[in-house]
């Protein structure tokens, strides 16, 4: 009887999601002005990766609409705070391997800020509270991303696209 191989299938990790694990062998995201966050274990071979849209919630007074995004991991704060959640139920979170990508300038404004500069900030200033320093950095530019983790050796794949700027 022969053995027939499991293949471990690519999952793609959309604007406002996340992933932990080792159930898939690919995880695969494509980044705008948006950043991800890869952690990936070298020994344990578990990874994950995030993918959150806006450094922080809309500013608002509607109660009940703060309260529907608690958890919501289209911002910063929820989506890393999983991820944070997810690493230490493996390991201590200095033994993964951390990457930060994306947060590119879409568009061209006249402001000293855009949304991707401060997604990119924000995931800066946490990684400096949790005191983490990540191994690969690919952030920022007028580019969009192509970006894959390979969880069973932690390879990172990642592709620039430049955008058109008329």
């Not at 959640?85 to 390991?91: A, G, I, L, R, V």
């Not at 994306?102 to 404004?109: I, L, R, V």
Request: net charge neutral; aromatic share 10%.
């Amino acid at each position: 009887m022969a053995v027939v191989p499991i293949i471990k299938p690519l999952h793609s990790i959309h604007p406002g999601e996340w992933y932990f694990g080792a159930e898939f062998e690919r995880l695969h995201t494509v980044l705008g002005s948006c950043v991800a966050l890869t952690a990936w274990h070298p020994s344990l071979k578990v990874g994950g990766m995030c993918h959150y849209l806006l450094a922080r919630e809309p500013n608002t007074k509607d109660a009940q609409r703060r309260s529907m995004t608690r958890g919501d991991c289209r911002y910063a704060i929820n989506a890393l705070e999983q991820m944070k959640k997810s690493m230490q139920t493996y390991d201590e979170m200095s033994e993964f391997q951390l990457g930060i990508f994306g947060g590119g300038d879409m568009f061209a404004y006249t402001t000293p800020t855009s949304i991707g500069f401060d997604n990119i900030a924000f995931v800066r200033q946490w990684l400096m509270r949790e005191k983490l320093q990540p191994l690969h950095v690919d952030v920022g530019g007028s580019i969009s991303r192509s970006l894959m983790l390979v969880i069973p050796t932690g390879d990172i794949q990642l592709k620039h696209y430049v955008m058109n700027q008329a």
